[in-house]
């Protein structure tokens, strides 16, 4: 978990690329975390930012 946006945006971002897996960074109660995108099954709201490598 990560209390600030833009290090979890980084750390997403990050690992998007290195697994070439697209990654859904997401709001709980506790912060922002990241989960691979076909993993994550929590409320759509709660979605903040999604990677995907293969996107431009």
Avoid: I, K
Wanted: glycine share 6%; no cysteine; net charge negative.
């Amino acid at each position: 978990m990560a209390n600030d946006l833009s290090l979890a945006n980084g750390y997403a971002h990050s690992l998007s690329q290195s697994l070439m897996v697209a990654v859904t960074v997401f709001r709980s109660e506790v912060g922002y975390s990241v989960v691979t995108s076909d993993e994550f099954e929590g409320d759509p709201a709660s979605v903040v930012t999604e990677f995907d490598p293969y996107e431009a």
